[in-house]
């Protein structure tokens, strides 16, 4: 998919890197600049996040340059309009990087998915900042978009891991009444009170004097699922009733509220990158591209470093790690189906 990935720390020093051909960046939303400089021969696009991760460091400032190689496509599409998309039947791969607070991300995810030749796996996460509200950052060097994709498909195969180490605090519960990606009623009460009187008996956190989101972070919601682990749906907001998740709920979901250690965290990540290179050659692997949460990487402050090198010891030291903090993940780690994650770890080897 990509024949060449590297960082800089500033706009101005894109064209040390640029040769002729096609660029995906990724940019740390700390980066200052205003719009995208134009070089001949040289096609760019990209997103911006809240950090970008290169080997073993994250950076809240700088610039993954990711070069396509001549095996790649890439696309911007309107996600109200996913049916612009028109894959080869050799396709095997996709990275895809969505607007993170766009409403249509299920809705999105189901049309693209369902367009794809059967086997083809698709890896990626959303774009956005860590205000939490919607702004256009999906960009190539004419604008920026607002409820965009970036869509890159590849004849290429990669190997993806998805885990995310929380585990059962509280629970079953029913989600029993829900809009989209709004909880409104979880047992025939108010979402927001069940939630509320569970954290506050298992910890000395108070919503009244601590942040929503620091709160949230720690006790996400899980999905029950058959035979699987939780889908993880972070709670984003509350006006006091209902919660606002980082993702699409049906109504009659089975929830548990969920708590993380950071030993079964790190133990995840460690996992997620060994599924994802069990049916990939050594030989085979340019780099590993990691997706990461962003509540999952202010959870773990000072220890996400050892995240990183948790998956970093499952490859050979020459092999690059890069990627994003990113705003909900996504991948099919299997043939049922593409899934929006939060708070998770997904691991693809390239």
Request: negative net charge; hydrophobic residues 40%; contains cysteine.
């Given at each position: 998919m990509?024949?060449h990935i ?7 020093d ?8 096609s660029?995906?960046l990724?940019?740390a939303?700390e980066?200052?600049f205003?719009?995208?400089p134009?070089?001949?021969d040289v096609?760019?696009?990209g997103?911006i996040?809240?950090?970008?991760v ?5 950076y809240?400032?700088?610039?993954i340059?990711a070069k396509l190689n001549p095996?790649?496509a890439?696309q911007?599409i309107?996600m ?5 998309l028109?894959p ?5 791969s996709v990275?895809t990087i969505?607007?993170g607070f766009?409403t249509?991300?299920a ?5 693209i ?5 059967e086997n083809?796996?698709?890896i990626?996460?959303?774009?956005g ?11 190539d060097?004419?604008?920026f978009y607002m409820?965009?994709?970036i869509?890159?498909?590849?004849s290429s195969t990669i190997g993806i ?9 509280f629970?079953?519960f ?9 909880l409104?009623k979880?047992?025939?009460k108010?979402?927001?009170?069940v ?13 009244e004097?601590t ?9 996400p919601?899980?999905i029950?699922r058959?035979?699987k682990?939780f889908?993880?749906r ?5 006006n006091?009733?209902n919660l606002s998740l980082a993702?699409k709920l049906d109504?009659?979901s ?9 030993e079964?965290l790190?133990?995840?990540?460690t ?5 994802s290179?069990s049916?990939?050659e050594?030989?085979?692997i340019?780099?590993?591209f990691?997706?990461?949460c962003?509540?999952?990487?202010a ?11 948790a998956?970093s010891?499952v490859?050979?030291?020459k092999?690059?790690?890069?990627g ?5 993940e ?7 189906g593409?899934e929006?994650?939060?708070?998770t770890?997904?691991?693809g080897t390239?």
């Amino acid at each position: 998919m990509f024949d060449h990935i590297s960082f800089v720390k500033r706009i101005e020093d894109l064209h040390v890197k640029l040769k002729k051909g096609s660029y995906l960046l990724l940019i740390a939303e700390e980066t200052p600049f205003l719009e995208m400089p134009k070089y001949e021969d040289v096609s760019l696009c990209g997103a911006i996040f809240p950090r970008v991760v290169f080997k073993d460091k994250t950076y809240a400032s700088g610039i993954i340059v990711a070069k396509l190689n001549p095996k790649a496509a890439l696309q911007i599409i309107d996600m109200d309009n996913p049916y612009q998309l028109h894959p080869t039947a050799e396709t095997n791969s996709v990275l895809t990087i969505v607007d993170g607070f766009s409403t249509q991300i299920a809705d999105f995810l189901e049309a693209i998915y369902s367009l794809l030749p059967e086997n083809a796996k698709l890896i990626g996460g959303g774009a956005g900042k860590t205000c939490l509200i919607q702004e256009p950052v999906i960009f190539d060097t004419y604008r920026f978009y607002m409820n965009a994709a970036i869509i890159i498909t590849s004849s290429s195969t990669i190997g993806i891991g998805v885990k995310h180490g929380w585990n059962s605090l509280f629970g079953p519960f029913i989600a029993t009444t829900c809009k989209g990606n709004l909880l409104e009623k979880i047992n025939y009460k108010d979402a927001f009170s069940v939630y509320k009187e569970a954290i506050e008996k298992d910890s000395d956190m108070r919503f009244e004097s601590t942040p929503f989101f620091k709160i949230s972070q720690r006790y996400p919601l899980g999905i029950v699922r058959y035979n699987k682990d939780f889908l993880v749906r972070e709670p984003m907001t509350t006006n006091g009733t209902n919660l606002s998740l980082a993702g699409k709920l049906d109504e009659n979901s089975v929830l548990s509220i969920l708590k993380g250690e950071k030993e079964d965290l790190l133990q995840a990540a460690t996992e997620a990158a060994e599924i994802s290179r069990s049916d990939k050659e050594d030989e085979t692997i340019q780099s590993v591209f990691l997706v990461d949460c962003l509540s999952r990487y202010a959870l773990l402050d000072t220890y996400f470093k050892e995240e990183v090198h948790a998956i970093s010891k499952v490859f050979d030291k020459k092999t690059i790690i890069w990627g994003v903090i990113s705003l909900g993940e996504i991948a099919n780690d299997n043939q049922e189906g593409i899934e929006f994650y939060n708070n998770t770890c997904v691991v693809g080897t390239l």
